[in-house]
Every structure is written in C-alpha cells, then in structure tokens.
C-alpha cells in the first residue's frame, strides 16, 4: 500500500499500545445461521462484513491490540430489559432469543476469541457502551482509539461511535466491517452521519496499520 500522509495519520491512530478493537453484537442469535434477524445476518455475511471483523479480529491478535467483545442479551425473565421503544417490544416475540448462557449470546464463526479477549455483556438498551463497564475497561487499558466493527449499522454502530466520540476517544471505522439493512443504507449513514466524526476506513488499511513494524519502546499503558 503506498504511504501517503492520510495512511501515516491513520496508522498513528491505531498504534497498537492505544487501541482497541471493538466488536458489536457479532454474535451467534444475531449474525450466525440461526439469528433472530436472519435478514441482517444474511447480509453481515454476504456483504463480507462478519469475515472482515473476523479479519481484524485474527490481525488484532497478533499485533497486541486489545479486542473486546460487545454481546446484547436478556434475562429469560425479561428483567432490567428495555420495553420503551418498539424494537425492544418486537424483540420480545423473535423465535430466538439472546438469552444469557444460552448458545446465541456466543461470539458467531469465523471470529476466534481469545484468552487475552474480552467481552462485555449489556441487559439493556440500544449502546455497547453506555452504561456498561465499557468505558471504564477502555480507560484502564490505555485506549485512545476505539475501532468500531459489527451490527447494525442502523441501531448499534453509530451509538457506539456517538458515545466513543462523546467520551473523549478516537473513533475509526472501517465500513466494509460493519453491516445493516437494507444493503443501501449503510454507506449513505456512514457518508451522512459516521464520516463528519469518525475516521472512515477500509479493513485492508487497519489491517496495513496493524502489519508495520512497531515502534521501538512503545509498550501498552
């Protein structure tokens, strides 16, 4: 890839000792072959989407970038949910259902978790990161840029991106790693509504980023 001042400004964001990838809802009763939304997994897979967060997952590992893994899930009791919104009501009635422990809160394939992981269960609400422990984890790790990857472009994504700027962080998106529906909206949110606060990028690039040598004497905080 040639160096241009852009790609340098983007690889000084994703230094490894103050980065973290995150993942949204990427999993199994979302995303995987028996989701509750088999719309919006046909097109995180189909897209490449799912394979890409995959991609930067496997590249995050062994560049020492700490990946951590945001899981929406309920109580089978339903207690603490949200019932405020239609969304949360609809979710109610899905066939499958992200109850805790059960298989659809596990991470879907072709992402590989790791020891070194870490993943952050919400019971409520629409954010990976409001109101979870989020926050607190991205602090305590040294993290200054967030890179946001996963589901759904139209609810979770651009909340994470909205609370990750609000919070002080840099947020990176690469938007061939994320995915909503229809097909088409997407990119017109991320053009519309991600790019005048994110840095937009493509996987190939953080995957660039995270392949150059390192910078001697940089050790995570």
């Known amino acids: 890839m040639p160096t241009s001042p852009r790609f340098e400004q983007l690889c000084d964001q994703l230094d490894p000792a103050g980065t973290v990838l995150l993942t949204v809802e990427c999993q199994r009763g979302v995303v995987g072959p028996d989701s509750a939304l088999p719309e919006l997994a046909a097109e995180a897979r189909s897209s490449g989407a799912l394979h890409r967060v995959a991609r930067l997952v496997d590249a995050a590992h062994g560049a020492s970038v700490q990946v951590l893994h945001a899981v929406a899930e309920r109580r089978p009791d339903g207690r603490g949910a949200n019932r405020n919104a239609r969304l949360f009501r609809a ?3 899905l066939p499958v259902q992200q109850h805790s422990g059960s298989a659809a809160v596990r991470i879907a394939e072709p992402i ?13 609400g629409l954010s990976p990161i409001a109101g ?6 991205l602090r305590n790790l040294g993290c200054r840029t967030l890179v946001v990857t996963g589901v759904s472009a139209n609810v979770a994504i651009p909340n994470a991106v909205f609370d990750a700027v609000n919070l002080g962080y840099t947020a990176v998106v690469p938007a061939d790693a994320i995915a909503g529906i229809p097909s088409e909206y ?3 949110m991320v053009r519309h509504t ?3 606060v994110a840095t937009i ?15 001697v004497g940089v050790t995570r905080a």
Not at 112 to 124: G, N, S
């Open 91 to 93: 979710a109610e009635r």
């Open 112 to 124: 590989e978790v790791t020891d070194e992981d870490i993943v952050v269960r919400r019971l409520h």
């Open 132 to 137: 979870t422990d989020v926050d607190a984890l």
């Open 186 to 188: 997407t990119p017109a």
């Open 194 to 196: 991600l790019a005048p």
């Open 201 to 215: 990028t493509t996987t190939d690039e953080v995957l660039a980023c995270w392949k150059r040598p390192r910078r």
